[in-house]
């Protein structure tokens, strides 16, 4: 009967050094991941994709998943920014509104498309010696111009590709509020890679028929005087022309180099970005103008009058 009096408080002391057991745990975590919105999650980073998301195993064993846009910081405890250079959820400065700003998208060929860059990919490939690290971007489809991409105000990576060809990646464009135009030009290299695959063509055929033609050469007898006084000795004497081998050979080899770099160069491109501006609308509310100087620059003029 003694004992049963005492158990109560043996579970409650259990319960205690639990739960003290737990928060010790949570406070000697590795890892921390502050969020934008005030709040910190302690435990051990599973997964940190650089511009996407983040993902972190708590004390209990739970995991929490948090985009990478909602995250302050991810990273080592120790590392962890004092909480003075946080900004707190009331501090923080407010999120751009995309919906004040207003970008059109042009281009100087029909079909072409928007991206912007989304994040990084990382691949382990194998080099003669040793593994290498080659990293590549992914991007995130827009628009086709001409159009209206939402974008907020800010810094952004773009890039831009037509049909059947990879994005190009253009210096980054700082899109400003309000209303404004994107132009794009884009310089197709694809008749320098055309001309190059023929010029290949072209040298290899070239280059095989010199071989060829000096190979086979040239034939002629050599005759020799007999010792007993007969007919003269005759041999026929074939000769390659080293002149056209050497010729077919260099024709091949500079054709095929010269064609490998005209194929490989890729195409350019460039983004500008300018204020949309508005022209005003004149109408004949002014003072009329007569004679000369009713025309403009171009030598027209149009006044209305109400």
């Given at each position: 009967m003694r004992a049963l009096?005492?158990?109560?408080?043996?579970?409650?002391?259990?319960?205690?050094?639990?739960?003290?057991?737990?928060?010790?745990a949570a406070d000697t975590a590795p890892d921390v991941v502050l969020l934008k919105n005030g709040g910190m999650v302690r435990g051990a980073i599973q997964e940190l994709v650089p511009g996407q998301s983040v993902e972190i195993i708590l004390a209990d064993g739970?995991?929490?998943?948090?985009?990478?846009?909602?995250?302050?910081?991810?990273?080592?405890?120790?590392?962890?920014?004092?909480?003075?250079?946080?900004?707190?959820?009331?501090?923080?400065?407010?999120?751009?509104?995309?919906?004040?700003?207003?970008?059109?998208?042009?281009?100087?060929v029909p079909d072409l498309r928007l991206h912007e860059r989304s994040g990084t990919v990382e691949a382990t490939v194998y080099a003669?010696?040793?593994?290498?690290?080659?990293?590549?971007a992914t991007y995130t489809d827009l628009c086709s111009a001409p159009c209206e991409p939402t974008l907020a105000p800010g810094q952004h990576t773009l890039a831009v590709s037509i049909p059947g060809r990879r994005p190009i990646e253009v210096p980054p464009v700082v899109v400003p509020p309000g209303a404004s135009t994107l132009k794009?030009?884009?310089?197709?290299?694809?008749?320098?890679?055309?001309?190059?695959?023929?010029?290949?063509?072209?040298?290899?055929?070239?280059?095989?028929v010199l071989i060829v033609l000096g190979a086979i050469g040239t034939t002629h007898q050599e005759c020799e005087a007999s010792f007993v006084g007969g007919e003269p000795f005759c041999l026929d004497r074939h000769e390659i022309d080293a002149t056209l081998l050497v010729t077919g050979v260099a024709l091949t080899v500079v054709g095929t180099v010269a064609s490998f770099a005209m194929m490989s160069v890729g195409d350019h491109a460039a983004l500008r970005i300018a204020p949309m501006t508005l022209?005003?609308?004149?109408?004949?509310?002014?003072?009329?103008?007569?004679?000369?100087?009713?025309?403009?620059?171009?030598?027209?003029g149009l006044s209305l009058a109400f």
């Open positions: 009096r005492f158990l109560p408080a043996a579970l409650v002391a259990s319960a205690i050094l639990c739960f003290a057991a737990s928060a010790g739970s995991r929490r998943h948090y985009a990478a846009s909602d995250v302050e910081y991810a990273g080592a405890a120790e590392r962890m920014p004092a909480a003075s250079a946080r900004p707190t959820p009331s501090a923080a400065a407010p999120a751009p509104d995309a919906s004040a700003t207003r970008l059109r998208f042009e281009a100087d003669r010696n040793g593994l290498a690290t080659a990293l590549g794009a030009v884009y310089d197709s290299r694809a008749g320098v890679r055309v001309a190059g695959a023929l010029l290949g063509l072209g040298s290899l055929v070239g280059g095989t022209r005003p609308l004149r109408t004949g509310l002014g003072p009329k103008r007569e004679g000369a100087d009713a025309l403009g620059a171009s030598g027209l």
